[in-house]
Nanobody, 124 residues
Framework: QVQLVESGGGLVQAGGSLRLSCAAS????????MGWFRQAPGKEREFVTA????????QYVDSVKGRFTISRDNAKNTVYLQMNSLKPEDTAVYYC?????????????????WGQGTQVTVSS
């Protein structure tokens, strides 16, 4: 069992940056593949990025490549999402997720644990 708590969301102008954090409980954080999803109003939850438990594999959705960076600090049980050059279309609730498998899968139902979400709003 792992609990995830996101922080760092907020309101930012287009072109700005935000850094999201996701703190995980438990002693086996390094065993989990970690990811970020987002959900805009009226839309399905969308995969954003994920990092494998040994940092070997990192995957991004095409729309954020070159702008977002995922990283993890196993000593702090935390995964980060650095978001630069933000666009209004990045506006959504961002969710942290964890899964015991090694693969960075994009299907939400294959992830085991979820945080409560943090709102990111990008104004034009």
């Amino acid at each position: 069992q792992v609990q995830l708590v996101e922080s760092g969301g907020g309101l930012v102008q287009a072109g700005g940056s935000l850094r999201l954090s996701c703190a995980a409980s438990g002693r086996t954080f390094s065993s989990y593949t970690m990811g970020w999803f987002r959900q805009a109003p009226g839309k399905e939850r969308e995969f954003v990025t994920a990092i494998s438990r040994n940092d070997v594999s990192i995957q991004y959705v095409d729309s954020v490549k070159g702008r977002f960076t995922i990283s993890r600090d196993n000593a702090k049980n935390t995964v980060y999402l650095q978001m630069n050059s933000l666009k209004p279309e990045d506006t959504a609730v961002y969710y942290c997720a964890a899964r015991l498998g090694a693969a960075t899968v994009v299907v939400a139902m294959l992830w085991d644990y979820w945080g409560q979400g943090t709102q990111v709003t990008v104004s034009s």
